[in-house]
């Protein structure tokens, strides 16, 4: 029998068994020597307490001191929040604390896990542990270091299709179980989570979100990895070997504040590293202890987290006793690339760091041979003077290492030169995504070690990026053809010119110069209007609606002007702002006086740009806290700027992943556009909203030929861009293939029948999660494209398909992923156009008609049951409420015994009826009712259809309507039980019927006024 105890849990627990070198002792959670109520395994505990603590060796009751202590950092849980409670014993695990316990009640280090020799240490892989707390709890695999719970997995089945290592996330992150919540003080010492069902593996800090959940693999593993129990039992053994385990507690566990929206406090989260992260800081690490080769390249794709990378890496070597204090200077090429590393290592509470203010200040920390962590930009070097008859430059430590971020242009000239004489001796490491290869600028000899194959010393492509959900697919559309550069159309119209104006060659040539430009080609007024134009309207119709932003490169600081006002002029000027360095640009200076360039800068424009404009984005440019809180504006979705205008600015380094859509109206190539491009890579999920790729739209046809663009190796860079032209042509295969589910379904039914009548294609669980994952691959595709007239011929079949999906999909957690890959457009298509939750019998009518059900033939049993089941589903799916979550998997349970033939038809009628009742039970208690003002006056409209059957449609619309108004301008809370709500209503209800002449039918007023009472 196949399902995820016998598959997932015990293929793990089996591989963690078996390690080489330290092994994990098996032991089940029925055999743990503790309490349900129990955290610690009190008994190991003591014992390593004992052994790696001599002065508490020698007075053994000073262990059940320290585990007292631990107990009450758990419970300050409740008042810290799970985060800092966890980072308040993350200081314990750390040997950060001690206690009274020495001779003369001297103050010793508390040990709890020994990081040097780990056989000294306690390992236990223990399955099915239980804990009690708030409720009740039953963890598939609990990893136990000397007692402590360190890491907890959650597996699935590796049998359903449809099911995915999300949806053992999503037992720690909500739904029912939602561990974090409802068992927190068991996490507080935890270091990680898992999840897998059998085919992948997935893991996180405590709160994470699934976009921050990761694979762990190795840099080495350059294909796809082939899902499976092979694939998942090797990525357990990588992370969960002992070794790794205290490396990332001791290493690379961290906690930083981060920045939330607007009006709200900062966030304290918890971060772990993904596996290149934690290779290549190791690498550096090693490679400074063995003193050689004293240089490396790390290239990592744009968007895998490199600052996080110099982050962990100078934390190691900082903390590294055998380096003797050393000093790490990183160093970036630009002032936002700068900010960004100050908030990176900021937020983490980096201690001894160094932000070094100006090229004065970084001489002096240099030269009075400053210890910690120092942060300068390459700039800070100009400076410096070379002096060639110094051999140890400024300062000749070999403890001494540069961490260079975007290791390109900077370092290859003068700055980089100083920099290396100013350090002779010190480590030299570069960290990019974008390495080039030429023979005037070369980062593969610059900091390649001849040692290392490839002349890099770890390497993280853009397909392993992308693989492992570190960053988005980014796609590109070419947009107006029509307003491109047609450069051979161009030379024709000139030749005509010179020839219709006599022109020799020297007036051609004098022409052609002034005129030829690109520059005046991309300005040109009529083009600037229409880009802007379209950029508006796509902007309007595919990224706003996603609830994400964009950027606009345009070719210079001119075209960021223009820019600016045409798209202000259409999305309102605080939609918009450019940022742009001016230090260079024609401006007035302070005293009102025009710079000499300025006459001639001024004749050029096609729009008249105001001079002080110029100065108004010198002021951005030049502040430095202006500047940010325009770029912090930017990363919050509830600010209202929207696009961000550039030329050169922000186009590498600059990390918003609110940034989905970029407008490339600027000839870029080779390391520089795939730098920009990777703007839009960044991963990005908020509670309505979800990434899934980047967007670029191209208005100079860069994309057209990419080998020419991106001068890289083709096999490297194939697939780093798609277009979304590919998407359309898999769209119809992909939409037949969901429609040929329900081969002689007819889609023109309406109501409960047509529901029902699909679903009885998909009689199975197997063939609702094949249904499922088919609809998830549509909806990605759907969502790519969306608006695009191109959609219009498919929408009604769209819209059919995602009724049925959302009429089938589990309730619980169960497909987690497939729903989540739903695009946020479609889950609002489908909350808008869906009939479902309005597919309904009124529920207290069948309850009260529970007596009759015995006289209901089989067939009419099915039906009825499959009618109050999808009226069910529809109302309980409109809720998180735990009750209501509760009746969903109660309701699935049911389907599943009646699909499998374990209850009868006229059982499972009799069993829905009764969560009906316990439905509008639940409803009544929590004061929530899954009913919209469109489903009053379906109800309505279809209760005047059922009693006045000969009055014309126009006549019962305008009785609902007028119903309506009248009810909700004398309704108020609690009507229903006051003296006066009734009468009020009733009379209003019968003058309204009196209107219509049906004044004095009883039987309609008695429905209608029940209907009223029980619905409004």
């Not at 003797?324 to 690339?337: A, F, G, K, M, S």
């Amino acid at each position: 029998m196949f399902n995820e105890q016998t598959v997932t849990e015990n293929g793990i627990i089996d591989r963690l068994k078996g390690l080489s070198g330290v092994k994990w002792t098996y032991c089940h959670g029925e055999s743990l020597p503790k309490k349900a109520q129990d955290i610690f395994v009190d008994e190991w505990l003591k014992d390593a307490l004992c052994s790696l603590n001599p002065d508490i060796a020698k007075q053994p009751d000073y262990a059940d001191e320290v585990i007292h202590k631990l107990r009450g950092l758990i419970l300050e849980a409740r008042n810290t929040g799970l985060v800092k409670a966890n980072e308040n014993f993350q200081e314990w695990l750390m040997a950060e604390k001690s206690l009274p316990f020495g001779e003369n009640s001297d103050h010793i280090t508390i040990n709890l896990i020994d990081y040097d020799n780990l056989d000294n240490n306690h390992f236990v892989v223990a399955q099915q542990v239980h804990y009690i707390a708030a409720t009740e709890a039953y963890f598939d695999i609990v990893l136990y270091v000397n007692g402590i719970p360190l890491v907890v997995g959650e597996v699935k089945t590796a049998t359903r299709p449809s099911v995915t290592w999300q949806d053992g996330a999503a037992d720690f992150m909500g739904g029912k179980k939602h561990y974090w919540k409802n068992v927190e003080p068991f996490f507080v010492p935890n270091l990680l989570c898992f999840a897998s069902e059998g085919k992948t593996f997935s893991y996180g800090a405590i709160n994470a979100r699934v976009k921050d959940w990761g694979p762990w693999h190795n840099t080495d593993q350059r294909e796809e990895i082939v899902p499976g129990m092979a694939s998942v039992v090797q990525s357990a053994e990588g992370l969960l070997n002992p070794t790794t385990l205290l490396q990332l507690l001791e290493s690379f566990a961290l906690f930083s504040t981060v920045k939330t929206v607007k009006n709200t406090p900062p966030k304290r989260i918890k971060i772990l590293p993904r596996y290149p992260q934690f290779e290549a800081a190791k690498q550096i690490v090693d490679r400074v202890r063995n003193g050689y080769p004293k240089k490396g390249l790390i290239w990592h794709f744009q968007g895998s987290g490199k600052s996080l990378l110099m982050l962990y890496t100078a934390k190691m070597l900082r903390a590294d006793n055998e380096l003797n204090n050393p000093t790490v200077l990183v160093v970036v090429d630009r002032r936002d690339l700068d900010s960004q590393i100050n908030e990176t290592f900021g937020g983490a509470d980096v201690k001894n760091l160094i932000k070094v203010q100006s090229c004065k200040k970084l001489g002096e920390h240099i030269e009075k041979d400053s210890r910690g962590i120092l942060i300068t930009t390459i700039f800070k070097f100009k400076d410096v003077e070379i002096d060639d008859s110094n051999p140890n430059g400024l300062n000749n430590r070999d403890n001494i290492i540069v961490l260079v971020d975007e290791a390109h242009r900077t370092q290859e000239g003068g700055l980089g030169e100083k920099m290396r004489w100013a350090l002779p001796n010190a480590h030299f490491y570069g960290l990019t995504g974008t390495p080039i290869s030429g023979i005037d600028r070369n980062t593969f000899k610059l900091f390649g070690a001849e040692e290392d194959p490839g002349r890099y010393m770890n390497r993280y492509s853009y397909k392993q990026s992308i693989r492992d959900g570190a960053t988005n697919p980014v796609k590109f559309e070419p947009r107006l053809a029509e307003l491109r550069v047609d450069r051979d159309a161009i030379n024709q119209e000139f030749e005509q010119l010179a020839k219709d104006n006599n022109l020799d060659d020297e007036e051609k040539a004098a022409l052609s110069k002034r005129a030829g430009k690109l520059a005046v080609m991309l300005k040109a007024p009529k083009r600037m209007a229409a880009v802007s134009n379209d950029i508006a309207e796509h902007f309007s119709s595919h990224v706003k609606p996603k609830n994400m932003k964009g950027m606009v490169v345009v070719y210079d600081r001119d075209a960021c002007v223009q820019m600016y006002y045409l798209l202000g002029e259409k999305l309102g000027f605080d939609a918009v702002e450019v940022v742009m360095n001016v230090d260079q640009a024609p401006i007035i200076d302070d005293k009102g006086k025009k710079n000499k360039d300025w006459a001639k800068w001024e004749s050029d424009k096609d729009i008249p740009v105001k001079e002080e404009d110029f100065k108004r984005w010198r002021t951005i440019d030049a502040e430095e806290q202006t500047q940010k809180a325009l770029i912090e504006g930017y990363k919050d979705p509830q600010n209202p700027l929207q696009l961000i205008i550039v030329t050169a600015k922000l186009l590498t380094g600059f990390d918003a992943p609110i940034c989905y859509c970029m407008y490339l109206d600027k000839p870029l190539r080779d390391h520089t556009l795939l730098q920009a491009m990777c703007r839009t890579n960044r991963l990005y999920e908020t509670d309505d909203t979800r990434k899934n790729m980047g967007l670029i739209i191209d208005y100079l046809g860069v994309f057209e030929n990419l080998r020419t663009a991106l001068a890289y190796n083709p096999d490297e860079i194939e697939g780093v861009v798609e277009g979304i032209e590919a998407f359309k042509a898999l769209l119809p295969t992909q939409l037949d293939k969901c429609l040929s589910f329900f081969p002689d379904v007819d889609r023109t039914l309406e109501g409960f029948e047509g529901v029902m009548a699909a679903q009885e294609c998909l009689p199975t669980n197997e063939k609702r999660d094949e249904f499922a994952a088919s609809f998830g691959v549509l909806t990605k595709l759907w969502s790519a494209i969306n608006p695009d007239p191109f959609l219009n011929p498919y929408r009604q079949d769209y819209k059919w398909l995602a009724q049925i999906y959302e009429s089938v999909r589990p309730v619980g957690q169960t497909g987690a992923l497939v729903w989540a890959a739903l695009g946020p457009e479609t889950i609002k298509m489908i909350h808008d156009n869906t009939d479902i939750n309005r597919i309904r019998d009124d529920i207290d009518e069948l309850i009260m008609d529970e007596h009759a059900i015995f006289t209901l033939t089989e067939k009419e049993q099915e039906q009825r049951a499959k009618r109050l089941e999808i009226d069910l589903m529809g109302r309980l799916r409109g809720s998180g409420e735990p009750k209501f979550v509760e009746l969903g998997e109660r309701l699935e349970k049911l389907r599943q015994d009646y699909e499998a033939g374990v209850i009868k038809a006229i059982d499972w009628l009799k069993a829905l009826l009764d969560a009906a009742k316990d439905t509008v039970q639940a409803e009544r208690e929590t004061g929530e009712k899954v009913v919209t003002e469109e489903d009053n006056v379906q109800a309505l409209t279809k209760l005047f259809m059922e009693t006045r059957p000969n009055s014309t449609p126009q006549v019962i619309q305008d009785v609902v309507e007028q119903i309506d108004k009248i009810v909700k301008a004398k309704r108020f809370d609690g009507w229903q039980n006051s003296n006066s709500g009734p009468r009020e209503i009733q009379k209003a209800l019968l003058v309204t019927l009196a209107q219509f002449g049906l004044g004095k039918d009883k039987e309609l007023f008695n429905k209608a006024y029940e209907y009223i009472e029980g619905h409004y």
